[in-house]
């Protein structure tokens, strides 16, 4: 009689439904989703470094909203599909190793090990990336975006080897029918709730409304079926808020008689300008969305000084990078770095309205700064200064 503290045996996962053949087509589809993922996150990651070996690209305009909203999407499709992987292949971990034949027991232990670092991993991303596009971050030990990208790493690598390993029985399963049984466990005879083709078009179904219910956040036209999406649409303008003034304790320097935007060269203070010498240049408008990394994103008609009208009319050199900085008092986006593409580019400006109205305090009132295709941390709200690199 087995004790109530031991662990199960694999005789006791007696439903049809726990088989490769169900595990092997809800699988393909769970790679198609951590794949996305991953190549979309590294575009996010490499498009908020301060240096880049080739330039990040200002076209399109809606790229990053793309990729991110990608990103979080297919984050989220994830889910279900990782659920239901993990109930069909559960026995897998209690069956004992093949200890006598070398070979087995090299696959076998390759099998549990990446099937063990890929489940850790991938609960891991999928719970923090929930976190972070609601905006709550429980730790406060390690960086949220550095955290992530290296165990992105870990995940895909534990997905290849374990593809590696199972691949025979992958393509084996995938090209018979799903409900044929030579790959089967001997005790997996109890019938389902549903036929195997139920589960997996069922997990599928689970795994679209699941998008359906997020994907408004990206998709303007969702939003009124997106009943868990964050940020569809309100703010001023059009154009949620993420950080508002009171957060970034702003109110009252960037609202300040005193305020004004320095620009510097070499280091050295090339000109200091006041909110109404902004409003007395030539003011222009561009169309650009703003995307954050929580997978949101609005679209916004801009107005302001093109950043490259007023670096020329500093007298800074036009192939330069820009650091930018913010009146908040701390954070890690106070200090950005504008690359040369962007600075240069005219759509790129230091924007005073949204919408045609004055830029609320929350969106970076007096100025902040709005360029094509840039992750919306780096869209730089109650900017300075901006000093141009040597």
């Known amino acids: 009689m087995r004790t109530p503290l031991a ?59 793309v990729t991110q909203g990608l ?43 990446s099937i063990g670092v890929l489940v850790a991993s991938a609960i891991f991303q999928l719970a923090t990336g929930l976190l ?9 030990t390690f960086s949220f975006r550095t955290t992530h990208f290296a165990i992105a790493w870990v995940a895909i690598g534990a997905l290849v080897v374990h593809i590696a390993v199972k691949l025979p029985i992958i393509r084996d399963v995938l090209t018979s029918d799903i409900e044929a049984t030579a790959h089967d466990r001997a005790t997996a005879t109890a019938p389902g ?10 997990t599928f179904i689970a795994a679209g409304v699941a998008v359906l219910a997020t994907a408004g956040g990206t998709v303007p036209w969702l939003r009124k079926v997106s009943v868990f999406a964050t940020r569809t649409g309100e703010g001023p303008g059009g154009v949620p808020i993420n950080k508002s003034a009171r957060a970034a304790g702003v109110e009252e320097s960037a609202m300040s008689d005193d305020w004004r935007l320095e620009v510097l060269v070499d280091g050295v203070v090339a000109t200091s300008l006041r909110y109404d010498d902004l409003r007395a240049m030539p003011q222009h408008t561009a169309d650009l969305p703003i995307a954050c990394v929580e997978g949101w994103s609005a679209q916004g008609s801009w107005s302001g000084v093109r950043l490259a009208d007023l670096l020329d009319a500093a007298g800074a050199p036009a192939d330069r990078d820009v650091t930018v900085t913010s009146l908040q008092e701390s954070g890690p986006y106070r200090v950005t770095t504008l690359p040369a593409g962007f600075a240069a580019d005219p759509r790129t400006l230091l924007a005073l309205d949204l919408s045609g109205e004055q830029l609320a305090l929350d969106h970076g009132y007096p100025c902040r700064l709005i360029a094509p295709n840039r992750p919306g941390v780096l869209q730089t709200k109650w900017v300075t200064r901006l000093e141009v690199g040597t």
């Open 132 to 140: 972070n596009a609601a905006q709550w971050y429980p730790w406060t």
């Open 193 to 202: 709730a549903l036929s195997r083709r139920g589960l997996v078009r069922t």
């Open 7 to 65: 662990p199960p045996t694999p005789e006791q996962f007696a439903s049809r439904l726990r088989s490769p053949a169900v595990a092997a087509r809800v699988g393909v589809w769970l790679g198609v989703s951590f794949g996305i993922c991953f190549v979309t996150g590294l575009v996010s990651h490499y498009a908020q470094l301060p240096t880049q070996p080739v330039p990040f690209p200002t076209s399109p305009s809606w790229g990053y909203r």
């Open 71 to 113: 990103h979080v999407t297919s984050g989220v499709a994830a889910i279900p599909l990782l659920l239901v992987k993990l109930w069909s292949v559960l026995p897998k971990f209690f069956e004992r190793l093949p200890l006598r034949d070398h070979r087995r027991l090299l696959l076998a232990v390759l099998e549990r090990a």
